[in-house]
């Protein structure tokens, strides 16, 4: 079950802010995480440890917050492990297709203004909420 934590929702979401806007500060990049984990990818770029340190956080980071809390944060999925697989590559495909990922095109191409993101992003929300509906209330799953 989801559980509503708006306030925890919105410190994550200024972090996340933070760190876009102090990676466009100090290095005139975007934090889209798909631009950066295909930089770390052999061939390697000459940008390749910024690259890799902002992936590290982006893991340790949660993993020290779950390390620290008195909370056991659990997951479980009743989701076929094809089914995921399947999803990730589709996945991986809208994000060659559609030039970025979420973070890129909803975190800092909204905030550059950018046609292009506003657009994606569109695109994204729509079809989330379209497949929700037709998951839960056609399909009658979850």
Known sequence: MTQFTPFLSLAGGMLIGLSAVLL???????AGMTGILSAILPPLSSDWPW????????????????A?????????????????????????VGVYFGSGCTSGHG??????????????TGVFMA???????????VLGVF
């Open 51 to 66: 690259r890799a340190a902002f992936l590290a956080g982006a893991v340790a980071a949660p993993a020290l917050i779950v």
């Open 127 to 137: 079809s989330t909420a379209a497949t929700v509906f037709v998951i839960r209330h």
């Open 24 to 30: 466009m500060a100090s290095h005139g990049r975007i």
């Open 107 to 120: 975190v800092c191409g909204l905030a550059r203004r950018s046609p292009r993101s506003i657009v994606a």
């Open 68 to 92: 620290l809390s008195a909370d056991n944060i659990g997951f479980a999925s009743s989701t076929p492990t094809p089914w995921l697989i399947a999803g990730g590559l589709i996945v991986g």
